[in-house]
């Protein structure tokens, strides 16, 4: 377009003024263009000109002179030669700039001006990856012959799963209606509806404590498909994933997935989402050798319920310097754990601050599971914190020891897990995943004799250590999914009260049927490279389930709970 006149409208990036000549980074959400000003009038206008200013200038595309291209942006070969400016609204002091790659304000911050956080680059490349990953998943799944069907917004509470979010009904005092914390009742019922093939990029709510990974309200991948068994599901998901990573993100990926038995995962790795881009990196569980230990802060953490998990770095004792293993100590207690507990491998010999507490047993089975220059790591604490901290150590020592994954992107199918785990507290068994998971049909006669021991067809995707996805072959005939709702402790007349309906659909010709569910937060957030999906999401709560920007949640008026048959108790 050198030569050609344009209109261009935008946020004043940055202004540099070099005596005489006056040059703007004029900005949108495409990119920058070098604004120049020679005029004196217009060097005049553009000398009132404050950051993020909104502008629209007409002017005339010019090559940039010899040596000043800047090729690091996509304009970075030509300039605008200004003949007009026109200031469409001015812009109060920043509370931080929006020039810069790091943000240079706290989290509380950012979220509170995020209208201003959003305009940040890397921000707002953030969103549009975001969008080309849906549309890129849409397109896969539509071309395979999925329809996108959107599901109630306003359902009915559950009794199994998380915590629902609750809305009062108006119309019908004293009800109340949940928010979803899946499309999982809805979609299955689309597929005793014939539809055969559905999906939906879902917004989903659960009221559950936060991380990084974690908000109250989040956005799925929903899929389900009729007339499939488990690897015919799989197979699509590998071809989908591949699809979009290379497309989106351009992660070229090798398919099909490993797999992996639950029982299997668990007993390499104590974890059924481990890391494995370090797989030499193997974590157990120690219970049985501290079975009887005299140190006060592991038996108490045995007497309490928890366990004693032991992560294994190879060679990593000769690069442990005290300083870096008083570190990893800190680092387990910012995760919320009591501690860690280090011992160094020399040879045959121990070092560690509890080598004086070990018995000669402990230590002769010490020796047995390990090697020469072995590190030991360990962890006492219930099983998903336990997992949290060791993965932060197992990614910081394979830095520290210079050891690099073949691929930046490690990802694996997990199956077989248990149907079933028992709930001490209540007396019943309840689901490990949700409770329309079909039991592995060689195992459905053990749910008579031994339903702990049940695998299930649950299967999950993991990556770099997280859990992608999950989903199931469902049960489809009425009768196998009340015998499950009795193990879980319904009788017939709870079961009916509960899921009633379900039951009813299920009894008019469900077809076989299964899906799974991906975090689309999560997927983004890893594949640019973010700790947390508050990068990705336009305006995310904080840890405290709080919206910086709208202060929700917040107080209603009187008469609004007075017309829901409301009072506060407090």
């Known amino acids: 377009m050198v030569n050609q006149e344009v209109r261009l409208c935008g946020w004043v990036h940055t202004v540099r003024n070099h ?12 990119g920058i263009v070098q604004i120049v000003c020679r005029e004196p009038q217009l060097i005049a206008d553009a000398e009132k000109l404050g950051l993020e200013y909104v502008l629209q200038i007409t002017g005339r595309v010019d090559k940039r002179p010899a040596g000043s291209e800047n090729l690091e ?5 030509v300039e605008i030669i200004v003949k007009a400016i026109n200031i469409l609204n001015t812009c109060k002091t920043l509370p931080f700039p929006v020039d810069t790659h790091q943000a240079e304000a706290n989290e509380e911050t950012r979220l509170k001006y995020r209208f201003i956080d959003l305009r940040r680059p890397k921000m707002s490349r953030a969103l549009q990856k975001r969008h080309e990953f849906n549309l890129a998943v849409r397109q896969f799944l539509s071309h395979e012959g999925f329809w996108e069907i959107e599901t109630p917004i306003l359902t009915r509470s559950t009794p199994e799963g998380a915590r629902d979010y609750l809305v009062p009904s108006r119309q019908a005092p004293g009800e109340f209606y949940a928010l979803p914390q899946s499309p999982q009742i809805f979609k299955q019922m689309l597929m005793v509806s014939g539809v055969e093939k559905y999906f939906q990029i879902a917004r989903c709510f659960r009221d559950e404590d936060l991380r990084a990974d974690r908000q109250p309200e989040f956005t799925q991948i929903d899929l389900e498909m009729s007339f499939v068994d488990e690897v015919d599901v799989l197979r699509l998901v590998e071809r989908l994933i591949k699809s979009t990573f290379k497309s989106v993100f351009d992660v070229d990926l090798e398919i099909p997935f490993d797999q992996y038995a639950y029982d299997e995962v668990m007993s390499l790795y104590q974890s059924d989402k481990p890391d494995l881009r370090y797989k030499s990196f193997l974590r157990r569980k120690f219970d049985d050798l501290f079975a009887q230990t005299q140190l006060r802060v592991l038996k108490s953490a045995l007497e309490s319920g928890k366990s004693i998990y032991a992560l294994t770095i190879p060679e990593g004792a000769p690069a442990a310097a005290r300083m870096e293993l008083d570190r990893n100590v800190a680092a387990a207690k910012a995760f919320g754990a009591q501690g860690l507990i280090w011992l160094k491998r020399n040879g045959s010999t121990w070092e560690s601050p509890i080598e004086k507490y070990l018995s000669p047993t402990e230590r002769a089975e010490l020796l047995k599971r390990t090697n020469p220059n072995d590190l030991l790591l360990l962890c ?20 520290l020891l210079n050891i690099r994954p073949a691929a930046p992107f490690a990802l694996a199918w997990v199956h077989g897990f248990p149907l079933l785990e028992f709930v001490v507290q209540e007396k019943r068994w309840q689901a490990t995943h949700n409770p329309f998971t079909a039991p592995l049909e060689k195992d459905r006669p053990l749910l008579k004799t031994a339903p702990g021991k049940v695998r299930s067809h649950q299967y999950d995707l993991i990556m770099n250590g997280v859990e992608l996805g999950s989903g199931s072959i469902r049960n489809h005939q009425s009768d196998a999914q009340k015998e499950l709702f009795g193990l879980m402790g319904y009788d017939e007349a709870g079961a009916q009260e509960r899921f009633g309906w379900m039951l009813e659909a299920l009894a008019h010709g469900a077809p076989p049927h299964g899906g799974i569910a991906f975090g689309v937060d999560r997927i983004v957030a890893m594949l640019l490279g973010e700790e947390s999906i508050r990068e990705v999401i336009a305006f995310p709560k904080n840890q405290r389930g709080i919206c910086p920007f709208s202060e929700a949640p917040a107080p209603v008026e009187f008469q609004q709970l007075k017309e829901l048959g409301l009072k506060l108790a407090y």
Do not use: Y
């Not at 005596?19 to 495409?30: A, H, T």
């Not at 942006?73 to 070969?77: A, N």
């Open 19 to 30: 005596g005489g000549v006056i040059f703007i980074d004029l900005r949108d959400r495409s």
């Open 73 to 77: 942006i996509f304009t970075g070969k």
């Open 380 to 399: 006492a604490e219930e099983a998903n914190l336990a997992d949290r901290v060791l993965k932060e150590m197992q990614r910081h020592w394979a830095a």
